[in-house]
């Protein structure tokens, strides 16, 4: 009796886990480009000229103005594209953008600092995050939930448009 007890509730985990996976399949039409409108705090899934999904963001601390150095705490602003994903982010999934481009680096050396990196789309806020708006060092907050399906539909070498 105690075998199928424990054979019953390791099929419980096991049912339980796969409904849980933060990985997701998507089979729709394929993202062609990432549009974000910092000013709207909006991102919009493309497929050609037709809007697939919409999601509300949040930016870096310092909203306003493109990306010029490393800490200024402020979200990219051009064109870029998706370069890689995070399976295993601190930020539940996340998809990195390109971020910074040769201007990017040459701007920042002008200034004699590093353009800094690692700007990606991200889900949200872990325990201890800023509660504020636009709470990210830089990059694209959403939702978790969302982040799933970004995460599922979004592939590396997608372009990306963030406009101000």
Wanted: glycine fraction near 10%; proline fraction near 7%.
């Amino acid at each position: 009796m105690r075998i199928f007890k424990i054979l019953i509730l390791m099929i419980a985990v096991a049912t339980l886990g796969a409904c849980t996976s933060k990985f997701k399949t998507y089979n729709g039409p394929e993202v062609t480009r990432v549009l974000i409108f910092k000013e709207q705090r909006s991102l919009f899934l493309m497929h050609e000229d037709k809007v697939l999904k919409k999601y509300k963001i949040e930016l870096g601390f310092a909203p306003e103005g493109h990306k010029v150095f490393e800490g200024d705490g402020r979200t990219p602003e051009g064109e870029y594209t998706i370069d890689r994903r995070n399976p295993n982010s601190a930020f539940y999934l996340s998809i990195g953008i390109s971020y910074p481009n040769e201007n990017d680096r040459a701007k920042a050396r002008e200034l004699g600092k590093s353009p800094g990196g690692d700007i990606f789309i991200h889900g949200g806020r872990r325990p201890g995050d800023p509660t504020r708006p636009d709470w990210t060092a830089g990059c694209i907050s959403v939702s978790n939930k969302q982040m799933r399906d970004i995460y599922a539909m979004v592939k590396d070498g997608t372009p990306i448009s963030i406009y101000p």
